[in-house]
């Protein structure tokens, strides 16, 4: 088996972009008002449309922007903009968000349309009302495909859906590619925007209402606009190019067991304990792990992700070995042990 190493990173959350917003995290930036009875970690003005070609920017929703953000910063951090044509990619993303000056107007006609033509009618509204891409419900795939297009990203692509379970598994996947030798390079991670109406309502029952209290105090989560890409390679590749190398990343395991088994299943799953968390709520804390969540939030499919990016740079700063912890706020549980390059 091949040892999987870290050799770029590409980390955007509410604190800001990169290296020198996250280490070491700073104080939460929150908002309490906008969305009110629940607060989040939105992000800061980051000037997307700056680093993204005009016309694909126009055609993105903003989680797609702030992915392919996250991934291009991967790939300049690995000095990998040369190699991208044989990279492969792994994204894990949710499932689009909605144009709601559309649902809206759909809302106000739609009672005065005779029943036997509302579907007919509804549908002639959204295909003249949505943009191609919404239309066809906006997956994963077109966050990779908005990666292959801006980064020329030419490799193999899987995408996964599935909340915080999704963002763990594609890591795994990549990890797992790159250890047998079925590749020798990934471009892995997620991105989520928090500030967005439709995953209020969605997502409501899970998330804390009223003001903002650390994990430890809430039994529902708050969520934060995050991204976190990352490019693996094999040990054997990234020195036969001279590659910095930020920390190796070992054991990445994904246990989706119901909560009931949670303790039983954690106990055998997490490589140590302490470490950096990615858990949502109090339920879900491991003694002594530092949670990632009072900083910026929980991002579903980009949480797990984040955390090991957070590591890799943690690690390459100096820090010890980190195990990385995670929980989906249902079912699931994570974790990856981040170790410094012998």
Not at 123 to 145: E, I, S, Y
Request: proline content about 6%.
């Amino acid at each position: 088996m091949k040892r999987v190493c870290i050799t770029g990173v590409g980390l955007i959350s509410s604190l800001g972009v990169g290296r020198q917003a996250h280490l070491p995290l700073g104080p939460a930036r929150r908002d309490e008002d906008n969305f009110a009875p629940f607060p989040i970690h939105p992000l800061p003005a980051l000037g997307m449309e700056s680093v993204i070609p005009r016309r694909e920017y126009r055609q993105m929703e903003n989680f797609q922007r702030l992915g392919t953000y996250a991934a291009g910063l991967a790939i300049a951090d690995a000095d990998a903009g040369a190699l991208v044509a044989g990279m492969d990619l792994v994204v894990a993303a949710g499932g689009g968000e909605r144009d709601w000056g559309l649902d809206e107007a759909i809302q106000a006609e739609l009672l005065a349309i005779p029943a036997e033509g509302r579907e007919a009618w509804l549908h002639q509204k959204l295909a003249d009302g949505l943009r191609p891409t919404l239309f066809l419900a906006q997956l994963p795939n077109l966050l990779a495909g908005s990666i292959s297009i801006v980064h020329h990203v030419a490799g193999s692509s899987r995408t996964l859906m599935g909340e915080e379970g999704a963002g763990a598994e594609a890591l795994r996947v990549a990890a797992a590619r790159i250890a047998a030798g079925t590749s020798e390079m990934v471009l892995v991670g997620g991105g989520v925007i928090a500030e967005r109406w439709d995953v209020m309502l969605a997502f409501g029952a899970a998330l804390h209402h009223g003001p903002w209290c650390p994990t430890a105090e809430r039994d529902g989560l708050v969520m934060g606009s995050q991204a976190g890409f990352m490019v693996l390679e094999s040990e054997d590749h990234a020195r036969a190019r001279q590659a910095r190398i930020l920390a190796v990343l070992r054991d990445v395991r994904v246990d989706a067991g119901a909560e009931e088994g949670r303790a039983a299943c954690f106990a055998a799953l997490a490589p140590a304990s302490g470490g950096l968390s990615v858990a949502p709520m109090r339920a879900m804390m491991v003694p002594g792990a530092e949670m990632l969540a009072d900083a910026i939030g929980s991002g579903f499919e980009a949480s797990f992700p984040v955390g090991v990016a957070l590591a890799a740079l943690r690690v390459e700063a100096g820090a010890p070995p980190i195990a990385v912890h995670g929980f989906g706020h249902g079912y699931g549980e994570f974790s990856a042990l981040v170790e410094p390059c012998p």
